[in-house]
């Protein structure tokens, strides 16, 4: 993916570039576009994968008074999720060789159980549970779906992984097109919260766990 995206980053600078023809701006007036860098940010996504176990449990689901059970199972099942910026938030300003760059916190931008894996098997039924329907399996699957997405939100080092992604990227867009003009710009980053107010710094993290798989597409 990073490889593609260095590709696409000199494609942008190719197209900037032949865009300078007659009654177009000089090569030498280019300046950091922000069409350009929304682009780079939609790139500039994780793909997060997880494999997880979420329970389900229904009291006194089957029989009656004292001969009732619960119904219990446990749901085996992997998914993904994909992190990134929203690009909507995405600004620049350019004066002279300063530029600001208003990048917003990462979040989950799409979030996906993974319905190739989860067969018969994927369903262990707790001993003595009452006995489980395809509804109770489709609940299943979508409390799973739900399970899925508010761990990838709660997880900071991935979430703080996205962004500096994002950021690593842009910034790599702002020094080759510094460059191709023969100019130094200095970044100066605008963080927006999850709430997009403005933060003083971007999201930080703790170690990951190792309990989880991600990889970047």
């Given at each position: 993916?990073?490889?593609c995206?260095?590709?696409?980053l000199?494609?942008?600078l190719?197209?900037?570039?032949?865009?300078?023809?007659?009654?177009m701006?000089?090569?030498s007036?280019?300046?950091?576009?922000?069409?350009?860098?929304?682009?780079?940010?939609?790139?500039?996504?994780?793909?997060?994968?997880?494999?997880?176990?979420a329970?389900?449990?229904?009291?006194?689901?089957?029989?009656?008074?004292?001969?009732?059970?619960?119904?219990?199972?446990?749901?085996?099942?992997?998914?993904?999720?994909?992190?990134?910026?929203?690009?909507?938030?995405?600004?620049?300003?350019?004066?002279?060789?300063?530029?600001?760059?208003?990048?917003?916190?990462?979040?989950?931008?799409?979030?996906?159980?993974?319905?190739?894996?989860?067969?018969?098997?994927?369903?262990?039924?707790?001993?003595?549970s009452?006995?489980?329907?395809?509804?109770?399996?489709?609940?299943?699957?979508?409390?799973?779906?739900?399970?899925?997405?508010?761990?990838?939100?709660?997880?900071?080092?991935?979430?703080?992984?996205?962004?500096?992604?994002?950021?690593?990227?842009?910034?790599?867009?702002?020094?080759?097109?510094?460059?191709?003009?023969?100019?130094?710009?200095t970044?100066?980053?605008?963080?927006?919260?999850?709430e997009?107010?403005?933060?003083?710094?971007?999201?930080?993290?703790?170690?990951?766990?190792?309990?989880e798989?991600?990889?970047?597409?």
């Amino acid at each position: 993916m990073k490889k593609c995206v260095s590709l696409f980053l000199a494609l942008l600078l190719s197209l900037s570039l032949a865009s300078c023809g007659v009654g177009m701006p000089k090569a030498s007036d280019m300046e950091p576009e922000v069409s350009q860098m929304k682009a780079i940010c939609e790139l500039a996504v994780m793909d997060c994968y997880y494999h997880n176990v979420a329970k389900f449990k229904e009291e006194d689901a089957e029989g009656f008074l004292f001969w009732q059970k619960d119904k219990q199972f446990w749901i085996e099942y992997s998914g993904v999720v994909t992190l990134g910026v929203d690009v909507s938030q995405v600004t620049v300003e350019v004066k002279d060789n300063q530029v600001t760059i208003t990048l917003p916190a990462a979040k989950v931008l799409s979030c996906k159980v993974d319905s190739s894996s989860l067969t018969k098997d994927s369903f262990i039924v707790a001993d003595g549970s009452a006995s489980i329907s395809a509804e109770d399996e489709v609940a299943a699957f979508d409390a799973a779906q739900s399970k899925l997405q508010e761990t990838a939100a709660g997880d900071t080092v991935l979430l703080a992984n996205a962004q500096q992604r994002a950021q690593s990227l842009l910034e790599d867009y702002v020094t080759n097109v510094g460059n191709v003009v023969g100019k130094e710009y200095t970044i100066q980053w605008v963080y927006l919260d999850e709430e997009g107010e403005q933060t003083t710094a971007p999201v930080s993290g703790v170690e990951e766990s190792a309990s989880e798989e991600s990889a970047a597409e």
